[in-house]
């Protein structure tokens, strides 16, 4: 008998680094590597796995919090890594990357699906201070999960493209007025607000609320900032705007936190 689905643990969530980790009978991916290479390392064994089973990482865009470990694990253990070419351009002058071999470095463009082993991903751009910044959609035996951060709007496109998947990574970035209210300068302030930056609670509940459909189960709260959120708040406000809604959360669904040091368990969708 043939395993349906796939399985997933977001390793690490928030601004100060991120990782998300998929696995299905063929291939082992990961999705960023925003922390070192060591702590990447100790979250996989959190679900008892290992960075050189790894096939892939896939990278969404260039900042720090997403490639921080990206060249240390591809150095070390040599798997593929995969990211958008104005991606690759914007790594390869960071300092963050380093040398990696170029056999280990694979365009996967915006927009497109590109099926690895017996699971098809499916990459769309997203609205965020990065050169060319992608998010996830993986589906395998009809099952899907969609993986939705680091974006200042969600626009009818994207949220086509997310539609009624099974569960979901999604932004919770900033309470707005602990943001407006906070010490950070101004312009960082306004960068973080703009449709460049980021989804606020009140913003990732609206747009869960455009995509989810009947299929939904999960929906997990990402990237949220140590500085201008607070894990309760944001549970809160993501459950309290989709029981207005009228959608059957706690019932039809379920609303988890992410954390940005320790993996949540390993799941099948
Ligand atoms: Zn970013
Ligand atoms: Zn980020």
């Not at 699906?113 to 992608?134: C, L, N, R, W």
Request: hydrophobic residues 35%.
């Amino acid at each position: 008998m043939s395993e349906i689905g796939f399985k997933y643990s977001i390793l690490a969530s928030g601004s100060s680094g991120n990782s998300f980790y998929l696995e299905t009978p063929k291939k082992k991916i990961l999705v960023d590597a925003g922390l070192s290479g060591k702590k990447i390392t100790s979250l996989l064994s959190e679900i008892n796995r290992k960075p050189e089973d790894l096939d892939a990482i896939l990278i969404t865009h260039e900042h720090s919090d997403h490639i921080h470990g990206v060249g240390v694990l591809a150095r070390k253990y040599g798997m593929d890594l995969y990211a958008n070419e104005k991606t690759w351009q914007a790594m390869e002058n960071s300092k963050y990357l380093g040398k990696v071999n170029s056999s280990q470095k694979h365009i996967f463009e915006m927009g497109k699906t590109k099926t690895f082993g017996d699971i098809d991903i499916e990459s769309f751009g997203v609205s965020h201070d990065a050169v060319a910044p992608q998010f996830y959609r993986f589906m395998k035996d009809d099952k899907s999960f969609v993986m939705l951060t680091d974006t200042g709007y969600v626009s009818d496109r994207m949220a086509g493209i997310v539609e009624n998947a099974d569960g979901y990574l999604i932004e919770s970035n900033h309470d707005v007025e602990i943001l407006r209210a906070g010490s950070y300068a101004w312009r960082l302030k306004q960068r973080i607000l703009s449709d460049f930056g980021h989804l606020s609670n009140e913003d990732g509940a609206e747009a869960m609320i455009r995509a989810m459909g009947n299929r939904t189960k999960k929906i997990y709260l990402g990237h949220l900032s140590k500085e201008n959120n607070i894990k309760e708040l944001a549970h809160m406000t993501m459950v309290n705007q989709l029981a207005q809604a009228d959608l059957g959360v706690g019932v039809d669904f379920k609303v988890y936190d992410t954390s940005p040091d320790t993996a949540t368990p390993l799941t099948e969708i």
